[in-house]
């Protein structure tokens, strides 16, 4: 039986890991759950699954949960979090939280001999040598749940790195692959929430639009599989069935096949070593055919071109890259920017950086809260811009959405 801690249990992640927590009845046990505030959805999930000990985030949230569920313990802000990771009742940690608060955790709990199932890729992109240094050091095995790193994790097993040749992470292109560069400087939110493919948290699939989701999984790949960025390729795959391809030195390829359902990683995530079973629908080769592979056009999609520059300039920058999107695509979310402005908030940021490694939790912690104080003042000078135009009258080219912060 392994017993298991999801940080981030109130999002979409997190939702699916207690569905396959639940359909292994003798092979997993909740033991701990964390949200941020969403304390109705967090107290729905203890009635039903439950669990030990929980934690919020929010200490005003985290009060008002105590009291309605006095027999539950109720831990309280980041070391609450800290303390459902290292629980010693815990076995294994799945993180899938959005946002930087689990990085003390995730390393509190690689340090306490946890195994780790993660999901939440800005924690190795803002913190990868780090996250996987200690790793190393704790003979950690950070087990993937990204469908991309899922994949290249599984078809990686066995084979010796000199063999290996190259990596390639596809993406389906998201719901503006169609849409001329004209178009995209301009887009609703609501039609940059409708993945074609996936259902996922909000930040994550705004990501999936600009093409910077494939940007952070090329860092994020870097950490996972020590791999130089040259040897790491994205693709295009509308019917997004191969989530990730080998390439060995001899010219042989192989793919992971499987159906867009997050649940498949998240279990094997929990399972491995071993697999098990699961109810998932396979994949029906006839029924997709035609496969197709492109290659990702960086000029309408820029935000890739900076995730890839942010790669080759190092470290810090990655952080920073991290961090300023977060500002960005959560101002576009608020609809304070277009979503054009994005890629534009994110590369400025990134220009007023000087890019240097970091060696520990509170460098990294700096850069970050420099990038978001940096990338506020841009958006806020945006807006601020709008709001000038928009009492003198000049019609501006970009959004149709009307400003929530006029
Ligand atoms: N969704 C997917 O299919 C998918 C696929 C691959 C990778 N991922 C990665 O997995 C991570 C989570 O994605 P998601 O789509 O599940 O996000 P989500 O639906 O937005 O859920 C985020 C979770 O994190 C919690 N949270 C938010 N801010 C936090 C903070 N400051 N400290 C601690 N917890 C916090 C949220 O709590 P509240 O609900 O209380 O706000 C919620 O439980 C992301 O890194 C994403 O890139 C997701």
Not at 99 to 107: E, K, Q, T
Not at 219 to 238: G, K, Q, T, Y
Request: glycine fraction near 6%; proline fraction near 6%.
């Amino acid at each position: 039986m392994k017993r298991i801690a999801v940080l981030g249990s109130t999002g979409s992640i997190g939702q699916q890991t207690l569905e396959v927590i639940a359909s292994q009845p003798q092979r997993l046990k909740l033991i701990g759950l964390s949200a941020h505030s969403r304390i109705d959805l967090l107290e729905q999930q203890a009635a039903r699954y439950h669990p030990e000990v929980v934690a919020v985030v929010d200490g005003e949230h985290a009060a008002r949960l105590a009291s309605r569920v006095e027999a539950l313990p109720v831990l309280e802000g980041v070391e609450g979090l800290v303390r459902v990771a290292t629980d010693p009742r815990v076995d294994v940690v799945v993180v899938g939280t959005s946002g930087r608060d689990a990085l003390v955790p995730l390393m509190k709990a690689i340090e306490s001999g946890k195994q780790i199932a993660l999901a939440s890729k800005e924690l190795l992109v803002m913190a990868g040598a780090l996250i996987t240094r200690l790793a190393r050091a704790h003979q950690t095995t950070l087990v993937p749940i990204d469908s991309e790193h899922a994949a290249l994790f599984q078809a990686l097993r066995g084979i010796p790195k000199p063999e290996i040749a190259s990596i390639s992470i596809t993406g389906s292109g998201g719901p503006l692959w169609s849409f001329e560069a004209s178009q995209l400087r301009d887009v609703s939110v609501s039609t940059v929430l409708n993945h074609p493919k996936w259902q996922m948290g909000p930040k994550i699939t705004v990501d999936s639009a600009t093409l910077m989701n494939k940007g952070l999984e090329v860092i994020e790949a870097r950490w996972l599989f020590d791999m130089p960025l040259d040897r790491i390729h994205v693709l295009i795959h509308p019917q997004a069935q191969v989530h990730g391809l080998v390439e060995l030195i001899d010219g042989t390829v192989l793919a992971q096949m499987s159906p867009c359902d997050m649940r498949l990683p998240i279990q094997y995530a929990l399972s491995f070593p071993e697999r098990w079973p699961t109810r998932v629908p396979s994949v029906s080769l006839v029924q997709q055919s035609p496969l197709t592979f492109f290659e990702p056009d960086l000029a309408r999609f820029p935000c890739l071109r900076v995730a890839l520059d942010a790669a080759r300039r190092g470290d810090s920058a990655c952080a920073v890259l991290s961090a300023a999107n977060d500002v960005a695509v959560r101002a576009y979310l608020k609809e304070e920017l277009p979503f054009g402005d994005i890629a534009r908030i994110t590369e400025e940021t990134l220009s007023q950086h000087q890019a240097a490694s970091m060696q520990t939790v509170e460098e990294i912690l700096a850069v970050d809260a420099w990038a978001r104080a940096t990338a506020q003042t841009l958006v806020s000078a945006e807006c601020g811009m709008r709001h000038a135009e928009c009492e003198m009258g000049t019609p501006h080219p970009a959004p149709r959405t009307p400003y929530r912060s006029l």
